[in-house]
């Protein structure tokens, strides 16, 4: 079992940045390919950016790569989002979730744990 809690969301401005947290819980954090995920009012959860065990593999959606950046640090059992040039696009509820696989997958179906959310707003 793995317990997930997001923290760093907020309100920002367009152009600005935000650094997305994740806290698990458990002693097989390390284990666990971790994903980042939003939903946006209205659209289905989509695919953000991913980490495998070791945080030498990651994988981005088109539209956050070279502007979002997911790190990890196994011994805090913390993952990252770093979310920089944000637009009013970005706008959704973030979620982390976590994956036991070694490859990292883009379906939120294949996620096994989920945490609560975080909301960013990006206001123009």
């Known amino acids: 079992q793995v317990r997930l809690v997001e923290s760093g969301g907020g309100l920002v401005q367009a152009g600005g940045s935000l650094r997305l947290s994740c806290a698990a819980s458990g002693r097989t954090f390390s284990s666990y390919v971790m994903g980042w995920f939003r939903q946006a009012p209205g659209k289905e959860r989509e695919f953000v950016a991913g980490i495998n065990w070791s945080g030498g593999s990651t994988k981005y959606s088109d539209s956050e790569k070279g502007r979002f950046t997911i790190s990890r640090d196994n011994a805090k059992n913390t993952v990252y989002l770093q979310m920089n040039s944000l637009k009013p696009e970005d706008t959704a509820v973030y979620y982390c979730?976590?994956?036991?696989?070694?490859?990292?997958?883009?379906?939120?179906?294949?996620?096994?744990?989920w945490g609560q959310g975080t909301q960013v707003t990006v206001s123009s």
């Open positions: 979730a976590a994956h036991l696989s070694a490859v990292v997958p883009t379906g939120p179906d294949e996620y096994d744990y």
